[in-house]
């Protein structure tokens, strides 16, 4: 595997990873469990953008003063590129995670503590997936084919499933849930189980917190190729999907009652996964310049979101 990244690059990114994380954290239980405003959540979602493009620059300095300036500018063009998509496909993730907290009534105090445990089960997933993904294609180029064309149908299934209400009832974990163990109907505080009359029942804040790390691993397997179609580096593919994932929970509040604003937004990302699909599946015969890819899902995302605030959802549909 070819990577920039040297043991400096890697203690530098998990230092402020792991200090990012504890920063809010702490914060986070600052005064106890409470429900985040959309103010709050705006400044936490703007500061988690800005650290990335704080790393994202600190990066671009480092490689320019190392290894000069072209390199320093195609990295700096491939994290960012990495990062818009990341960002834009964890939005998806986000209308997943609204609808199960939506569908159990999970109360608002306890939705930090759900999100903040999900994020940090898909930090490490990505980390194992990212690191097999990058072994693996070393090893075998055509598996950039056999992503290409994976991503090309989740975005024609994407396109297809968009509008339509995600049936809870039908999902088979939550069914194998209910059909093998005692399942409380009342949440108990932070509790994810209680004992009564000697018996283990689970809470439905345990259900929640099963049906988000599925969901992390399905997105993750959708995602992770998406990105290897910018670079096969795994320091710029695990970073940028990272920084993604690390402002997941900021994202949730603050997208909270708006998902209805954006609902052509699932359309765009549709788009963008057939996009960087056939991106993958020409990379022997035309490869796409990384400036092209930024341009394209930006101008993608762009003209989904200008024309969902144009035509407002109509009352009954979903996003």
Do not use: C
């Amino acid at each position: 595997m070819q990577t920039i990244g040297n043991p400096w690059l890697w203690a530098g990114f998990a230092g402020v990873v792991v200090i990012a994380l504890l920063v809010d954290l702490v914060l986070m239980r600052h005064g106890g469990a409470h429900k985040v405003t959309f103010k709050e959540a705006l400044y936490w979602s703007l500061g988690w953008i800005g650290l990335a493009l704080l790393f994202n620059a600190g990066l671009w300095w480092y490689l320019n003063e190392t290894a000069g300036v072209a390199m320093a500018n195609k990295v700096g063009l491939e994290f960012l590129t990495g990062y818009l998509v990341e960002k834009s496909l964890a939005v998806d993730n986000i209308f997943v995670f609204l609808m199960l907290m939506s569908y159990f009534a999970v109360p608002e105090e306890q939705r930090q503590r759900v999100l903040v445990i999900g994020i940090l089960g898909a930090i490490v997933l990505r980390s194992v997936l990212i690191f097999a993904g990058a072994a693996l294609l070393a090893h075998f180029h055509w598996l950039l084919y056999v992503f290409g064309a994976f991503l090309l149908l989740t975005g024609v299934k994407m396109w297809f499933a968009a509008g339509k209400e995600p049936d809870l009832e039908r999902n088979p974990v939550l069914r194998w849930m209910r059909g093998h163990l005692p399942l409380s109907p009342d949440y108990h505080g932070e509790a994810l189980s209680v004992v009564r009359d000697g018996k283990r029942w689970y809470t439905p804040l345990f259900v929640v917190l099963v049906l988000i790390g599925v969901t992390d691993v399905i997105f993750a397997v959708d995602s992770i190729p998406a990105i290897f179609a910018i670079t096969a580096d795994p320091f710029i593919v695990l970073t940028s999907n990272v920084f993604a994932v690390l402002g997941l929970r900021a994202m949730f509040f603050l997208l909270a009652g708006m998902a209805d604003r954006f609902h052509l937004l699932p359309y765009g990302l549709a788009v963008v996964l057939a996009f960087i699909g056939t991106k993958m599946l020409l990379i022997d015969v035309f490869k796409i310049p990384v400036l092209w890819s930024l341009a394209g899902v930006a101008a993608i995302l762009g003209v989904t979101i200008a024309l969902s605030l144009a035509r407002p959802a109509k009352p009954g549909t979903h996003a």
